[in-house]
């Protein structure tokens, strides 16, 4: 069955950076289309990112202000979400997701914290 470990989350102050993991299995990855969704306290589920499976094409919600970066390891059956420039708002649990628009089943999440 699909199973999906996300990584790499924790605390940091605003301006610094975070590269979030998910670690895929259960399916072949090289085959399918990924995504990051995040959910913040409080707030609905936001899509953030996505990365189509031939991993020539790739989307951000913010596109004009593109903070994030997403890149995926057929390899290592590994998908990765480059942070930059955090945000008190980028706070949220981050999950990753197989497919395009980021639907269930997910991981545990990594819980990412933008605070001084």
């Known amino acids: 069955q699909v199973q999906l470990v996300e990584s790499g989350g924790g605390l940091v102050h605003p301006g610094g950076s975070l590269r979030l993991s998910c670690a895929a299995s259960?399916?072949?990855?090289?085959?399918?289309?990924m995504s990051w969704v995040r959910h913040a306290l409080g707030k609905g589920l936001e899509w953030v990112s996505g990365?189509?499976?031939?991993?020539?094409?790739?989307n951000y919600a913010d596109s004009e202000n593109r903070r994030f970066t997403i890149s995926s390891d057929n390899a290592n059956n590994s998908l990765y979400l480059q942070m930059n420039s955090l945000k008190p708002e980028d706070t949220a649990v981050y999950y990753c997701?197989?497919?395009?628009?980021?639907?269930?089943?997910w991981g545990q999440g990594t819980q990412v914290t933008v605070s001084t």
């Open positions: 259960g399916f072949l990855f090289s085959s399918y289309d």
């Open positions: 997701a197989k497919g395009w628009v980021g639907a269930p089943p």
């Open positions: 990365i189509n499976g031939g991993r020539g094409r790739t």
